[in-house]
């Protein structure tokens, strides 16, 4: 097996190697797109998906739009160990291991921040130094460190102890390649700079140095090493500065097998493995075939962007990174399914033009048709372009090739277009035999396509000029045409496409008038032109039949036409086609359409419709293509266009089946960007005003990230998703109210297929301080204890107040009985200066019960009007009594009910009363008091009335004792303002002559009016 193998790579050193670089597309990321530096030394990709770049001024984070660069922080104890990156190495927990000259951090993918680790040994005679070098995680979880200074060190994760064991160091440092690499049986390989091949058993802990050698060639020559790859055969490879090496691994002895400077070696498959080296890539192959090799070339926009290559790496999505020191280069498998052939400058390995308008294939070549530069051929075993124009191949006339067409008898014919012509191509003896309609005018030479019939017949379809002609290929002269020689002439002469189909028939499309089909052996026309119930466009671009036997038609749109019922059925309507133009048609094996449109190729299955389309992005020379297409014998299919030719394997375009993980990369809350942990997280605690969030998804299929779409949904919020795309993978909520959500997103992969990679995260508004549970409890018990302070200190002002209003009437009470009093006393003390001793003991009597009456009732607000009435009663007679013969007094009561239940302020008419006896009777003998209690308007009326001198002839008359007396009336007004203020009622007072006319003795009559109160009565309904 070794000797094999060592003689394919001796035939691979003899061989020239394959130039790829023509067919494989980089995209580059470098400076001008982020990063801190051009040189890039490891790449990684961690677990949540993002790709990391390690470079000499920082860590780069990428996510297939963004560029993030994380740097060390002097201020900052949790950032960064150094700038300077050495190495890579994910975490199975999501964090990130980083190795630089300075020492070890384990880090969040998020934030680049975490804890720093230096290489301190239990053993207090072993002395690591810092200056990290590479990493490992074994097949049995322990992780290994390799440093500057010769030491391999295992590491306790969770403690951070180390043990280490000495190898020779690195005394070149600026050189950075350097790996640990576990082989299958577990045993560790250690390659660096000056470092010889170096084997470590880590269950038996035995260090196996390997001696080198200048003189003797079983070994290697130099002690140096960059990498290590063990192949599916067993064979272990080795990568170092001096070439590319297989060495065994017993006894250390070797064999060169490249001579290229290799730094680093990655698998692609069983059967062959990549070379990262100082003088671009190689694919090596296993079963002896030339290897392949991938360059920087400057006349090659995306070719590789340096040729000195640092590290490869192959992520999930099965892109290749390739870190150099002018940056990144990425090729993506899937923008790849198409092999590609263009125009390049300078090349003359390459097509002679851009355009392509037809092609053309035999059993060894690809026959191509240029826009301007004549026929190409490109030779499928050699890879290799030939180029037959104007300028080195005779008898051709112009270059603008319009069709090619290779007939029965294997002759290669082209239909050139400007009125030059058409021919036929010998490329053994390279020329060119040219035929024209009419060589003396450019009006008639425009050709468009050409067809041969089962009996031989060999038809030109002109662009104008007659249409379609018969041609005499061996005579070399025209025959008759389908304009002006027939009886059922085709009714265009704009002819578009002619085909051949199994019966027999000739199919012509037109430009102007639908299509016609012509029977070779009926000598019969039958035209379809352009009507609504006919074909209905004008043009035909290209006529085809499947291997089912159904004829589709392509103009706007591809039709489906049913021959028997002459029907079209309008496909692309159907099925919503993303093109506006079908120009070709091809069948793979498999009976799959493939149709050439003016946006991208389309692939079709004529049993359920169903449909694909592909475009620049999977790796096609262009959107717009042209008619050119054709079958290869080997089942592949060719297809031009704009941009150049793609030759593919129908059965090898398979859908893109890879599913993509989701994470939110960045996150942005009212504007601000969040720098933290996973963001994811933080949506769990958004304060109430953190309502308008933007959320950067990112969906980690590298191959194209700009087809993947995004559907998101915060569910609670919205009812439906939202979908975004092309480049744009914002998510934007903006006023959400307080609650809780979940964010669901799912995605596309790069080759825009919807895939079950669905995820979903919790969101939650917390509600504004004043809406929460504490808050509202606070707010109660706040609330509670103020309204039951209010209400008690309302309950005690009312209590002060009411006692107050009690007390003023009291006070009043106590200022009025008092003065009664005096007067009632004063009396019985005449009464007795006169010897009326029998009056005096009357009046006494009736004085003491009235006194009774009075202190009874002096501590109610309201009594009952018959008891007021009684007291009334016992005060007039007593009065009488003392001035006998002065005035006489009558009380008139009104009989209705209501008046028998009401209540009345006590004493509250004896004020009135006494004032009238004791100033408007004064000086009368016929002096009359008339009282009356009545029931008027649902009010009660009491009215006292004498025929006195009058209220202002008192005031005017009396003495200032007299003034004293009468303050009793103010007494009684403020009584009533008092009552009214407690009770809510409308007690009112008024004064006003009895006899106005008569000027000597007017009278008084005073008018107390109780409307209707609980504290009085309640008046029933009239």
Same mark, same amino acid.
């Given at each position: ?405 290779? @007939?029965?008898? !294997?002759?290669?014919?082209? *239909?050139? &277009?400007?009125? =030059? /012509?058409?021919?036929?191509? +010998?490329?053994? %003896? ?22 041969? @019939?089962?009996? !031989?017949?060999?038809?030109? *379809?002109? &662009?104008?000029? =007659? /249409?379609?002609?018969?041609? +005499?290929?061996? %005579? ?547």
């Amino acid at each position: 097996m070794l000797l094999a193998f060592l003689l394919f790579f001796m035939k691979v050193e003899c061989q020239p190697d394959n130039n790829l670089n023509p067919f494989f597309r980089w995209e580059h990321i470098t400076m001008s797109d982020g990063l801190p530096s051009p040189v890039v030394n490891c790449i990684a990709q961690d677990s949540t998906g993002f790709m990391w770049f390690g470079t000499p001024e920082g860590l780069v984070r990428y996510d297939g739009f963004h560029v993030e660069v994380f740097q060390h922080d002097p201020s900052d104890s949790s950032s960064l160990v150094h700038n300077d990156i050495t190495c890579l190495l994910p975490d199975s927990s999501g964090l990130l291991w980083v190795g630089t000259v300075g020492g070890l951090c384990l880090v969040d993918p998020y934030t680049a921040k975490g804890k720093r680790f230096r290489l301190l040994s239990a053993d207090s005679t072993v002395n690591p130094d810092n200056f990290i070098r590479a990493m490992l995680i074994d097949s049995k979880g322990r992780m290994w460190i390799e440093s500057a200074g010769g030491w391999l060190c295992l590491l306790d994760r969770p403690t951070g102890k180390i043990r280490c064991w000495k190898h020779p160091g690195v005394d070149q440092v600026y050189y950075r390649y350097h790996q640990i690499y576990e082989a299958k049986n577990g045993q560790l390989w250690i390659a660096g700079r000056n470092i010889p091949p170096v084997r470590f058993d880590p269950e038996t802990e035995e260090m196996k140095v390997f001696p080198t050698s200048r003189s003797d060639k079983r070994y290697k020559r130099e002690q140096d090493g960059a990498c290590y790859l063990e192949l599916p055969t067993g064979q272990l490879l080795m990568g170092a500065l001096d070439g590319l090496y297989s060495i065994d691994k017993l006894d250390g002895t070797v064999e060169k097998l490249h001579p290229n400077t290799t730094l680093f070696l990655l698998p692609d498959g069983p059967h062959r493995f990549w070379a990262a080296t100082g003088a671009g890539l190689y694919r090596h192959y296993l079963h002896g075939a030339a290897s392949d090799r991938l360059s920087h070339d400057p006349d090659i926009p995306r070719s590789l962007i340096d040729n000195h290559i640092n590290t490869l790496f192959r992520d999930a999505s099965g892109c290749l990174w390739a870190g150099t020191r002018q940056g990144v280069s990425k090729w993506s498998p899937a923008k790849h399914k198409f092999m590609q052939f263009g125009h390049l400058t300078g090349k003359e390995n390459s097509l002679s033009s851009h355009r392509v308008n037809a092609l053309a294939a035999d059993s060894t070549s690809v026959w191509i048709g240029t826009d301007g530069t004549g026929i190409d051929r490109y030779v499928l075993s050699e890879r290799r372009f030939v180029h037959f124009s104007q300028s080195n191949t005779p008898g051709l006339t112009g270059g603008r090739v319009k069709t090619l067409y290779i @007939d029965s008898k !294997g002759v290669l014919w082209a *239909g050139l &277009w400007e009125g =030059k /012509g058409f021919g036929k191509l +010998d490329f053994k %003896r390279n020329r060119f035999t040219m035929f024209s309609f009419d060589p003396t005018s450019q009006m008639y030479d425009w050709y468009n396509d050409f067809c041969e @019939d089962e009996l !031989g017949n060999f038809y030109i *379809g002109f &662009w104008g000029a =007659k /249409g379609v002609t018969l041609f +005499d290929r061996q %005579r070399g002269k025209f025959g008759k045409n389908f304009w002006t020689d027939r009886q059922d002439p085709v009714v265009s002469r704009l002819t578009t496409d002619l085909f051949h189909d199994r019966l027999g028939k000739i199919w012509i499309g037109t430009s102007d008038n639908g299509f016609s089909v012509y029977n070779p052996l009926s000598d019969q026309v039958t035209n379809f032109a352009h009507s609504k119930e006919a074909y209905p466009e004008e043009g035909v671009n290209v006529v085809f039949e499947d291997s089912e036997g159904r004829i589709w038609i392509g103009g706007e749109n591809l039709y489906r036409f049913y021959q028997a019922a002459r029907q079209f059925v309008n496909i692309s309507i159907w099925n919503q086609f993303p093109a506006s133009q079908i120009l070709a048609i091809t069948e793979d094996r498999k009976g799959m359409l493939w149709l050439n449109t003016n946006n991208g190729l389309i692939r079709f299955n004529p049993v359920d419709y169903s449909f694909h389309h592909f475009t620049s992005n999977d790796g096609l020379q262009g959107d717009v293509f042209t008619q050119a297409a054709c079958t290869l014998p080997d089942g592949r299919i060719a297809v031009g266009g704009a941009q150049g030719f793609n030759v593919f394997d129908p059965d090898s375009i398979v859908g893109w089946t890879f599913v993509p993980r989701i994470a939110i990369g960045r996150l942005l809350i009212n504007g601000q960007e969040y720098i933290g942990r996973n963001p994811a997280d933080r949506l769990r605690f958004l304060a109430h005003d953190e309502n308008f969030i933007t959320l950067a998804i990112s969906v980690f299929d590298y191959n194209s990230p700009a087809n993947i779409r995004i559907r998101y949904q915060l569910e609670g919020f919205s009812n439906q998703e939202v979908e975004v795309g092309g480049g744009n993978h914002d998510a934007v909520f903006t006023n959400i109210p307080p609650g809780k959500y979940k964010l669901t997103i799912r995605s596309t992969n790069a080759d825009g297929q919807w895939v079950a990679n669905s995820v979903s995260y919790p969101l939650e508004v917390a509600d504004p301080w004043w809406n929460q549970l504490w808050f509202r409890i606070l707010f109660v018990v706040f609330v509670g204890s103020s309204l039951f302070w209010l209400a008690k200190n309302r309950h005690e002002k009312l209590r002060i107040r009411e006692e107050s209003l009690e007390l003023q009437q009291k006070l009043l009470r106590s200022r009025m009985n008092p003065h009664f009093i005096f007067n009632s006393l004063f009396a019985i003390q005449n009464f007795i200066y006169a010897n009326s001793q029998d009056v005096a003991g009357r009046y006494l009597s009736d004085f003491a019960l009235l006194m009774r009456r009075i202190l009874d009732q002096s501590a109610d607000d309201f009594i009952p009007v018959s008891q007021e009435l009684t007291t009334l009663k016992l005060y007039l007679r007593l009065q009488i009594m003392r001035f006998p013969g002065k005035f006489s007094s009558e009380i008139f009561f009104d009989p209705h009910p209501a008046i028998q239940e009401a209540n009345i302020p006590p004493m509250i008419l004896q004020p009135f009363v006494e004032n009238a006896i004791e100033h408007g009777l004064k000086n009368r003998h016929d002096g009359r008091i008339d009282i009356r209690f009545e029931f008027e308007n649902n009010n009660f009326r009491i009215t006292v009335s004498d025929n006195g001198i009058g209220m202002p002839r008192q005031a005017a008359n009396a003495s200032a004792y007299d003034r004293k007396r009468t303050h009793a009336l103010q007494i009684t007004r403020d009584r009533i303002a008092l009552l009214n203020k407690k009770f809510g009622a409308e007690i009112s007072l008024s004064f006003q002559p009895t006899n106005p006319d008569d000027t000597t003795f007017p009278g008084t009559t005073v008018v107390l009016l109780i409307p209707s109160h609980p504290k009085t009565f309640d008046l029933p309904c009239e």
